[in-house]
């Protein structure tokens, strides 16, 4: 039997000031997705963060992409001017249907993801030990759409 949970935030920013710890010569705001792997990062774990008014996307790392051994943290992050997002967070279930999320068996992990200097906590997930608690269950993806103002 094949289990799916899927968590998914509509959430519009209405103002977020601009960071000034983008690189020097960019503008716009901050953005950052922080990762602290379980044992399964490496073959379940993989996000895209795309434009929604041309679908370029704009940060991401792939399947395979969280390949150290279990509790490193990694941390992605990129300036991005005023538009529409959506960021896309898999965790792809296992052969035999389930998904763990970043917990369980596997290990205490969590990802989070950041505008500004603002934990987004209807989008970051964890558990015990770590800075949040939504979703609080396993899950295949996680999407969450927000506007840089």
């Known amino acids: 039997m094949f289990q799916t949970n899927t968590a998914t935030v509509f959430v519009v920013v209405a103002e977020t000031p601009a960071i000034t710890n983008c690189p020097s010569g960019s503008s716009g705001t901050l953005v950052k997705l922080i ?6 990062s490496s073959i379940d ?5 795309s434009s929604k008014s041309t679908g370029a996307i704009v940060l991401s790392r792939s399947k395979g992409g969280y390949n150290s051994p279990a509790g490193t943290l990694y941390e992605d992050k ?3 001017p005023s ?3 959506r960021l896309m967070f898999y965790d792809d279930p296992y052969s035999s249907g389930l ?9 205490q992990g969590y990802f ?3 505008i500004g200097d603002v934990l987004q906590t209807g989008v970051s997930q964890s558990w015990t030990g770590a800075p949040s608690s ?8 996680v ?3 927000f506007t840089i103002v």
């Open 78 to 80: 990129t300036c991005l």
């Open 143 to 145: 999407t969450y759409d």
């Open 83 to 85: 538009g529409n997002y």
């Open 112 to 114: 989070q993801f950041f």
């Open 134 to 141: 939504i979703p609080s269950t396993p899950f295949d993806m």
């Open 45 to 49: 774990n993989h996000y895209t963060i």
């Open 35 to 40: 990762l602290k792997s379980d044992s399964f």
């Open 99 to 107: 998904s763990d999320g970043l917990c369980c068996g596997g290990g």
